[in-house]
């Protein structure tokens, strides 16, 4: 399944399948980015990062790619679990200023 | 592993009344950040420290919210009065240094109430 970002905050994926959440951010000087993770009243949950002189970068399972030309950012997971069922949010960072924003979140849900 | 420590995590009040969340970042981290995540939307900046120094409350409504890291360390964020609109999560974060990469984390929030 995949997402359109901040205009379809919900995703729904089968048990197994590979997700895609896409974030759409807006300073083409934000050179560090983040996704989180945060399930049901608790704390964003650190997941991947990527530095902009960076186009992909992989963890445990997932994925995040860069595409500084169009100002996108996707987080792909593999195999998605039920656990993996949250609200997904990426965020960007200015580097002038110190600036740190996040995007509305996706929610993510993973149908057994 | 090292975390970052809010408390209270539950807390309801009358309008009105006074109320003040407490926040001890990761050991070392210079960077401290409180965010206002109300229900079903992303974290929004109330403000930022760099060790002791606000370094931005653009977004801190301060005529009734106030915040202070004294030593640099643990930070206290304040509010009085509070109001309906205030209920929310309030996010408290932490970062060695966010504009050379590194990482930001966050604590498990406190929950404010209204009523």
């Known amino acids: 399944g995949e997402s359109v970002g901040l205009h379809l905050p919900t995703l729904s994926v089968q048990e197994g399948d590979n997700s895609i959440i896409n974030c759409a951010y807006s300073n083409s000087a934000s050179d560090y980015f983040i996704w989180y993770k945060q399930e049901s009243g608790k704390g964003p949950q650190f997941i991947i990062d990527i530095r902009s002189n960076m186009d992909k970068r992989q963890g445990q399972r997932v994925t995040v790619l860069l595409n500084k030309t169009v100002k996108h950012l996707s987080l792909q997971i593999a195999a998605t679990q039920p656990g993996d069922s949250a609200v997904y949010f990426c965020a960007e960072i200015f580097n002038t200023g110190n600036q740190f924003y996040f995007g509305t979140g996706t929610s993510l849900t993973v149908i057994p | 592993e090292a975390e970052v420590a809010q408390s209270p995590r539950y807390k309801i009040t009358e309008k009105s009344q006074a109320v003040a969340f407490w926040c001890d970042p990761i050991s070392g981290h210079a960077t401290l950040y409180w965010y206002r995540q109300i229900l079903g939307q992303g974290p929004e900046l109330l403000v930022q420290f760099q060790d002791e120094s606000v370094v931005d409350d653009s977004q801190l409504p301060k005529d009734r919210f106030s915040a202070e890291r004294l030593k640099g360390v643990d930070s206290t964020l304040k509010i009085q009065p509070a109001e309906l609109g205030d209920s929310a999560m309030y996010l408290c974060?932490?970062?060695?240094?966010?504009?050379?990469?590194?990482?930001?984390?966050f604590g498990e929030g406190s929950w404010l109430t209204v009523v």
């Open positions: 974060a932490s970062s060695l240094d966010p504009v050379s990469g590194n990482t930001i984390y």
